[in-house]
T-cell receptor, first 111, second 112 residues
Framework: DVKVTQSSRYLVKRTGEKVFLECVQD?????MFWYRQDPGLGLRLIYF???????EKGDIPEGYSVSREKKERFSLILESASTNQTSMYLC??????????FGSGTRLTVV | DQQVKQNSPSLSVQEGRISILNCDYT??????FLWYKKYPAEGPTFLIS?????DKNEDGRFTVFLNKSAKHLSLHIVPSQPGDSAVYFC???????????FGQGTRLTINP
């Protein structure tokens, strides 16, 4: 089974802090994604990456950046956390032409 | 521009009955459709998928129906069980695309 591991299940950060969310997958998938889930808004794509050092903006990239230095690891960075970035963050990886495998999610609270 | 829409935010069904979750899409290029199930504080898990060359796919208690002319798909769960209580997301993609487009989700509650 493909495993996607997100480093933290719950995080509490202060406004203005720089926040790193880490995601690792173990099945050599090319594509990796970061989504956030908010009630009534579903899953919204922040950034995705289809190869090492490659990244593409999703639907809501503002306030975020990403890093993919190795194929198995895709990091989401909140440059200066704000309260409106309080959310559930979900990482996923995908083998071409198949569905996603998601991590367990990180519940981030910015205070 | 919401390309995938789940118009029912919530659905309540009695245990043992059929649950029907609906999803509409606007992009005629979509040719691969999936349903995911999500429990609170967990990531979504894959449930069932269907390719546009089919109009029905079954897996145990779960059946997905695709009506391409109406750009509509539905997920049927029969019989519904308490463990089916979760949020269900439909998703779609063009097979040439790298990303899936998700609907807003429907919260299904199965009542004993």
């Amino acid at each position: 089974d493909v495993k996607v591991t997100q480093s933290s299940r719950y995080l509490v950060k202060r406004t203005g802090e720089k926040v790193f969310l880490e995601c690792v997958q173990d099945m050599d998938h090319e594509n990796m994604f970061w989504y956030r889930q908010d009630p009534g808004l579903g899953l919204r794509l922040i950034y995705f990456s289809y190869d090492v050092k490659m990244k593409e903006k999703g639907d809501i990239p503002e306030g975020y950046s990403v890093s993919r230095e190795k194929k198995e690891r895709f990091s989401l960075i909140l440059e200066s956390a704000s309260t409106n970035q309080t959310s559930m963050y979900l990482c996923a990886s995908r083998q071409a032409n198949y569905g996603y495998t998601f991590g367990s999610g990180t519940r981030l609270t910015v205070v | 521009d919401q390309q995938v829409k789940q118009n029912s935010p919530s659905l309540s069904v009695q245990e043992g009955r059929i649950s029907i979750l609906n999803c509409d899409y606007t992009n005629s290029m979509f040719d691969y459709f999936l349903w995911y199930k999500k429990y609170p504080a967990e990531g979504p898990t894959f449930l069932i998928s269907i390719s546009s060359i089919k109009d029905k796919n079954e897996d145990g208690r779960f059946t997905v129906f695709l009506n391409k002319s109406a750009k509509h798909l539905s997920l049927h769960i029969v019989p519904s069980q308490p463990g089916d209580s979760a949020v269900y997301f439909c998703a779609a993609s063009d097979r040439g695309a790298q990303k899936l487009v998700f609907g807003q989700g429907t919260r299904l509650t199965i009542n004993p």
